[in-house]
């Protein structure tokens, strides 16, 4: 069976062996084994920390967490009852069915809609939609945010918070060469830096949001490499927080930072519209090279 109900979590398998589970809490990605070119064995490519709380009480460190309305610290008016990230990463999502089963893949739609909860801080009417595909050596995720009013327009804001499994001390992210982005671990800075190194490394505290990227980006390291196209998310974020942020949090496990890179497209610098009525889709695919 290529689909696994296990009641909290979804796990999808492909014939070739690779798998991917899925959490209705947040449509949380927490595990994603598939094997590459070079080595036909599933290994597990995302990261997701011991200490992880996946009960439901906070968002999940580590996976795929998904991020909507707003990124970071709400700015928007119609954000400003939401903490930060939103509330799609903290909401339980329901099961909407099997997409698609077949020798290319199989794929999932879980939906998230206005509860009494989520219509109290954030009064907006949508309906998300998140479809999550495993193929062999690909896994794809999909947000479809729909306009349920009949007259208003609304603005967010989205992210795919990827945890990428790698060696923080050895890899490198392409091509950010000649891009602008907002540094912020630099209290200091006002305004936009330029990126001069032709491969990114996360050796220090990085928060980075590149705007207006390529939607195409390759992380390598000694014997791995996993590439991330993205649709209609403009913008990257290149995070790890290594020691000096890492050691404070209570749900990363010890030198967890040593073990990823967050790489994260979305649509974040500025708001994305979508008018009443309509559906907005983003979407990425992850591939083991």
């Known amino acids: 069976m290529p689909v696994q109900d296990l009641n909290d979590k979804l796990i999808l398998k492909h014939p070739k062996g690779a798998s991917a589970e899925v959490l209705l809490y947040g449509a949380t990605v927490t595990s994603w084994k598939t094997g590459g070119n070079s080595n036909p064995e599933p290994l597990e490519r995302l990261f997701l920390s011991s200490k992880a709380v996946l009960d439901g009480s906070k968002a999940v460190r580590g996976g795929i967490p998904v991020v909507f309305p707003c990124f970071g610290a709400p700015t928007h008016p119609d954000h400003k009852n939401l903490s930060q990230h939103g509330f799609a990463r903290s909401e339980l999502w329901k099961w909407d069915g099997v ?12 939906v998230l809609e206005p509860s009494q909860k989520i219509s109290a801080i954030y ?15 690909q896994l794809s995720t999909d947000l479809h945010v729909t306009n349920t009013s009949f007259s208003e327009q609304f603005e967010f804001q989205a992210l795919f918070h990827n945890y990428i499994r790698a060696p923080s001390d050895s890899l490198f992210v392409t091509p950010l060469q000649g891009l602008q982005y907002k540094d912020k671990t630099d209290d200091s800075l006002q305004g936009l830096k330029t990126e001069g190194r032709s491969g990114v490394d996360v050796k220090k505290f990085t928060d980075s949001v590149y705007t207006n990227a ?15 196209r993205s649709q209609n998310l403009k913008d990257v974020v290149i995070w790890n927080p290594q020691a000096e942020a890492g050691g404070k949090m209570g749900d990363m496990e010890e030198g967890g930072w040593e073990r990823f890179v967050c790489v994260e497209p979305g649509y974040v610098d500025g708001f994305e519209n979508v008018a009443a009525g309509s559906t907005w889709s983003g979407g990425q695919v992850l591939t083991i090279n």
């Open 214 to 228: 390529s939607q195409s980006y390759t992380v390598t390291w000694p014997g791995g490499e996993i590439s991330i």
């Open 123 to 137: 009064p907006k009417p949508f309906r998300l939609s998140y479809v999550v595909t495993l193929a062999e050596h």
């Open 99 to 110: 997409v698609m089963d077949n020798e290319a893949g199989v794929s999932v739609r879980l």
